[in-house]
């Protein structure tokens, strides 16, 4: 069964405390993993797309990396503007619209 | 207006209203999605509409009923709702598969 499991389930860092969460995945012929950030209240917020196994992209303080089973959302020196849900997803196997999703990992962190 | 946008924001309603909730996307995509985000689950995938056309409902209660009158804009009538049915609803949009981009939601809570 194609399946989602974000770790931790909630994460409390303190400002600059670097950590990474993790995104794993059972699902054949990967067409691609997203990553977003939640806000309360608010719709997500698109961040990273990973295609393939080994690569890495970056914005600010995130930067994604793939494996052919898990992607990792690594966060150097967190500033408490990074407080937000992280979420997972990848697209079903047979249905590239449907989007198998992750509970997500609640950040915050703390000044 | 950019990206996606949803009306009301919030939305509270009785068991024998019926209300209607907004989606209007300034992106030029082609699919359009309504989620539904409930605590402690992940998002549930309702209805998917291609070029105006449903190609996916998840296994919907008939008292959400869809419409997309175009591409740009989707609607979710909703009627006899149960309070099981308060939740956050996200609309989305992307270009065939790719990347969806999310709406800021609407709180919907039914009394």
């Known amino acids: 069964e194609d399946q989602v499991t974000q770790s931790p389930e909630a994460l409390r860092l303190q400002e600059g405390e670097s950590s990474s969460l993790n995104c794993s995945y059972t699902?054949?012929?990967?067409?691609?993993l997203f990553w977003y950030r939640q806000d309360p209240g608010k719709g997500p917020e698109f961040l990273f797309t990973l295609y393939s196994a080994g690569e890495e992209k970056e914005k600010e303080r995130l930067k994604a990396t793939l494996t052919k089973k898990e992607s990792f959302l690594h966060i150097t020196a967190p500033k408490p503007e990074d407080s937000a849900t992280y979420l997972c997803?990848?697209?079903?196997?047979?249905?590239?619209?449907?989007?198998?999703w992750g509970l997500g990992t609640s950040l915050a962190v703390n000044p | 207006e950019t990206g996606v946008t949803q009306t009301p924001r919030h939305l509270v309603m009785g068991m024998t209203n019926k209300k209607s909730l907004k989606c209007e996307q300034h992106?030029?995509?082609?699919?359009m999605y309504w989620y539904k985000q409930s605590a402690k689950k992940p998002l549930e995938l309702m209805f998917v509409y291609n070029f105006k056309e449903q190609t996916e409902n998840n296994s919907v209660p008939s008292r959400f009923s869809p419409e997309c009158p175009n591409s740009s804009h989707l609607f979710l009538h909703l009627h006899t709702l149960q309070p099981e049915d308060s939740a956050l609803y996200l609309c989305?949009?992307?270009?065939?598969?790719?990347?969806?981009?999310f709406g800021p939601g609407t709180r919907l809570t039914v009394l």
């Open positions: 699902v054949s012929g990967l067409r691609g």
């Open positions: 992106l030029g995509h082609n699919a």
């Open positions: 989305a949009s992307s270009q065939e598969g790719d990347t969806q981009y």
């Open positions: 997803a990848v697209p079903h196997a047979g249905n590239n619209r449907k989007l198998i």
